[in-house]
């Protein structure tokens, strides 16, 4: 489960199970309602991995990750931490696919 739905690329061509998104709109936090839907779908999908982003604040999906055992990674979709350069968008392209198979990894 992804924190935004913005990996698409990754999860066709990989041929990743994303189960849901933690925000439909990432500009608004999810309500009482939206998490108890998150963790139904943890429970029931057999979730191995929640993904958060460095822009947003990181407390819900911690939360759903310590109530449902599912293991935690961050994936930075903009690559903030990542100079600019030539090399940038490789290397962007390169720590999402790290951070995700280092999570999906049993």
């Known amino acids: ?5 913005a990996y698409q690329y990754f999860e066709q061509d990989y ?3 994303a189960v849901g998104t933690v925000r ?7 309500g009482a309602k939206r998490i108890g839907e998150l963790h139904e779908q943890l429970m029931h ?12 604040p990181a407390k819900i999906v911690d939360k ?3 109530e449902s055992g599912v293991k935690t990674a961050v ?9 600019a350069g030539k090399t940038m968008y490789a290397q ?13 990894k049993p």
């Open 92 to 104: 962007l392209l390169g720590n999402l696919a790290d951070n995700l198979s280092g999570c999906l």
């Open 75 to 83: 994936l930075d979709p903009v690559g903030a931490d990542i100079p």
């Open 15 to 17: 041929k990743l199970n």
């Open 24 to 30: 439909v709109d990432p500009e608004h936090e999810p």
């Open 1 to 5: 489960m992804v924190f935004h739905d």
């Open 45 to 56: 999908n057999k979730v191995v991995c929640l993904f958060s982003e460095p822009q947003f």
């Open 64 to 66: 759903l990750a310590k």
